[in-house]
């Protein structure tokens, strides 16, 4: 690990004037914010990440670090950890898929640490990215290449891909959140604003080394879920290689509303397959109004990895992918039955 210096925050204000000191705001830049420490550390021995500044913002977490739960929705304070939401009894009955994308994510001890702001910005775990000895990386050294259109690329995205880059983004919560249209709440140099999360990641575009739409200094401080009638009925599903301490290869998450045997009103995203947690909308609207049933399920699934692009290694994903959806979709189905018999 290079030298560097270290600064705590003693407020959100101190943080953000700490963090335009050297341009903080992208992956790469000089100046990182340390909460958890779970990604920014690791990257760091691994001499991927070389900040010249690091400013602990960990001490916030009494005035970020409050679960809510009201009429409008669910408020997480960005230091929250991932465990106390995760376990949280409010969260566990009424927005069950947030609950399950964080107690499949990582390990426990891990999730005991981390924030769910943290968790958001994470890195991908593509071993080309995380492995210096590699020099075609354009999200590590930008206009060296991408070393893993042509190398093992078991793991790597199908969706939302260009040649400058097909790294995975690896998180479950947020592709949870992105199923539930959250919100997320930034304050930086110019003051708060508020963004969808599905604003917040940018395709590679040639540019894969700009990940966020975050501006200089800025700092997640909240991520709010609207209430809705699919919340109670939703679930994550997550294939992986291991049963546990493992990203996923595919997941989806799915929220349900049933009127009868009809669709009312649907949420499915994908986790594992993009750069970034992957909403399928499209497949959502073949669903409205119709019975969820094998066949329908399928139908959305082909159309949610529409454009899926593979390079070899990866070629089971798409299949793959379909087959988690139609799983996912099937298992909401009797969990709306179920809560309609009760």
């Known amino acids: 690990m290079r ?9 959100l204000e101190q943080a953000v004037r700490l963090g335009a000191l050297t341009g903080q705001g992208q992956a790469d830049a000089n100046t990182q914010f340390l909460a958890g420490g779970t990604t920014l550390v690791d990257l760091m021995r691994l001499d991927v990440l070389r900040p010249h500044r690091v400013v ?3 001490g916030l977490h009494p005035s970020m670090g409050k679960i809510q739960v009201s009429a409008d929705g669910l408020t997480l304070g960005a230091l929250c950890k991932m465990s106390a939401v995760a376990d949280h009894p409010e969260v566990v009955k009424l927005y069950p898929l947030v609950a399950q994308s964080l107690q499949m994510a990582a390990s426990a001890q891990i999730r005991n640490m981390a924030t769910v702001g943290g968790n958001l910005l994470q890195r991908t775990r593509c071993p080309y990215f995380r ?5 075609s990386c354009n999200k590590r050294a930008p206009g060296s290449g991408c070393a893993a259109i042509t190398a093992f690329n078991r793991n790597h995205a199908v969706l939302g891909v260009d040649q400058s880059c097909i790294a995975q983004y690896p998180g479950d919560f947020a592709t949870a959140l992105i199923a539930l249209d959250a919100q997320l709440q930034l304050h930086g140099p110019q003051g708060p604003r508020r ?3 599905a604003e917040l990641h940018r395709p590679p575009n040639g540019t894969p080394h700009i990940e966020t739409t975050l501006h ?3 700092i997640i401080t909240e991520i709010f879920v609207p209430a809705g009638e ?5 679930l994550y599903v997550k294939v992986r290689d291991r049963a546990s301490y493992e990203f996923a290869i595919a997941s989806a998450a799915v929220a349900l509303s049933m009127q009868g045997d009809r669709v009312r009103a649907v949420r ?3 986790g594992g397959m993009a750069y970034r947690p992957w909403r399928a909308a499209e497949a959502e609207q073949l669903l409205i109004g119709k019975s969820l049933n094998e066949a329908t399920a399928q139908a959305a699934a082909a159309e949610a990895l529409k454009g899926a692009q593979t390079h070899g290694h990866n070629d089971y994903k798409p299949e793959l992918a379909r ?6 979709l099937i298992e909401a189905n009797a969990l709306s039955q179920d809560r309609g018999a009760a």
């Open 268 to 270: 499915l995203a994908l």
């Open 56 to 58: 602990n913002i960990g």
């Open 216 to 218: 200089s200094a800025e």
């Open 131 to 135: 492995d210096t000895r590699w020099s």
């Open 323 to 328: 087959r988690t959806i139609v799983r996912a």
């Open 230 to 234: 699919w919340n109670r009925c939703s």
């Open 3 to 11: 030298p560097f210096s270290y600064d705590t925050a003693g407020n």
């Open 195 to 197: 963004i969808a999360l």
